[in-house]
């Protein structure tokens, strides 16, 4: 079974690059059909899907959060991460690494995903 683990900094200055990294076990990121996203949810608000990357490598974001957002991965950590510029204090949130085994349909959720890490809280503050 898949196990994933978010990883980065609590707390980030607006203006910032905010950047995490998820590290996952138990599958390679490169298996077939496996899609890896970032997920979060700010406090009050229900949960928003942010970027996928696939095993192929080929990616998508969220056309609201696009201009700021981007995905990569090092396969020889099996490690992916995320990088969010230019943050302001509304980017505060519980930010989630996921994952899922099989086609992905458009449009994308966060209902989609059914392995997640348990989650890492940013604060966006000065």
């Known amino acids: 079974q898949v196990q994933l683990q978010e990883s980065g900094p609590g707390l980030v200055k607006p203006s910032q690059t905010l950047s995490l990294t998820c590290t996952v076990s138990?599958?390679?990121?490169?298996?077939?059909?496996?899609?890896w996203s970032w997920i979060r949810q700010p406090p009050g608000k229900g949960l928003e899907l942010m970027g996928v990357?696939?095993?192929?490598?080929?990616?998508y974001y969220s056309p609201s959060l696009k201009s700021r957002t981007s995905t990569s991965r090092d396969t020889s950590k099996n490690q992916f991460t995320l990088q969010l510029s230019s943050v302001t204090p509304e980017d505060t949130a519980v930010y989630y690494c996921?994952?899922?085994?099989?086609?992905?349909?458009?449009?994308?959720?966060?209902?989609?995903?059914?392995?997640w890490g348990q989650g890492t809280q940013v604060t966006v503050s000065s």
């Open positions: 138990g599958s390679s990121i490169t298996t077939n059909s496996y899609y």
């Open positions: 996921a994952a899922r085994l099989g086609r992905l349909f458009s449009p994308f959720s966060a209902a989609d995903f059914g392995s």
């Open positions: 990357i696939a095993y192929s490598g080929d990616t």
